[in-house]
């Protein structure tokens, strides 16, 4: 399942400059003109992140903001606030009523991806201390351990960030340039057929309990972390 990014943009040209964008950097783009149909598209299903603009027919951003983050439904989806406006007390209110960041117009492809990538790196499940664990393989990001039925197991640390993020977005599917971002960071240079290179790794070093059938290869989209 691809990152689906919701814009709400009442300029049309913007509106599918933005979708335009991000689709080339492999997301999902859901588009609405105005407040309405923007809390519509909230639930159809929630998207991963929001970019917002400030002023739309209905409604404004700060509003949007405001009632998305009073829903126990809503509240954990982030936020990117687009305006014109550039005064320090307007980005104060946005960030103030729950946005996570703040773009002012006009702002460059490059830079609105690189925001994107920031934001869903910093509300990724990934940043967890919790123990992750399913059908007798756990990891614990604490102590960096991974055991198989009690056994403990001998990985690599990008392996291991590797089974970490599968282990916390089970069932999705994610491209190897998606891996790459969340998993090597947007600052490495790294080809994409080196993914495939560290997940044969990661399947030989969970494979002696069975474990490597987890890690699915989905043809022409990418891989899939499934416990069903």
Do not use: C
Request: glycine share 8%; hydrophobic share 40%.
């Amino acid at each position: 399942m691809t990152t689906r990014i919701l814009i709400v943009e009442d300029e049309a040209p913007i509106r599918e400059m933005l979708g335009f964008i991000v689709e080339q950097h492999g997301f999902q783009a859901v588009e609405a003109e105005d407040f309405d149909t923007g809390m519509e598209k909230v639930a159809e299903p929630l998207p991963d992140l929001i970019l917002l603009d400030w002023m739309m027919p209905g409604g404004n951003g700060i509003q949007f903001a405001k009632q998305l983050k009073s829903s126990d439904f809503t509240r954990n989806i982030p936020v990117i606030m687009l305006t014109a406006r550039g005064e320090e007390e307007d980005k104060i209110k946005g960030l103030d009523v729950g946005a996570d960041d703040y773009i002012t117009k006009p702002f460059s492809p490059k830079e609105l991806i690189a925001r994107v990538k920031a934001v869903l790196r910093r509300v990724s499940p990934t940043s967890l201390d919790e123990e992750v664990e399913f059908k007798g393989l756990k990891l614990d990001p604490v102590s960096h351990r991974v055991t198989a039925n009690g056994e403990a197991l001998d990985m690599g640390p990008t392996e291991f960030r590797l089974l970490h993020f599968f282990m916390t977005h089970p069932e999705r599917v994610y491209s190897r340039e998606q891996l790459l971002d969340f998993v090597w960071g947007t600052n490495v240079y790294v080809e994409d057929r080196t993914v495939d290179v560290h997940i044969r790794r990661l399947r030989k070093a969970i494979s002696q309990h069975g474990h490597d059938e987890l890690i699915q290869t989905v043809r022409g989209a990418g891989y899939r972390f499934s416990i069903k």
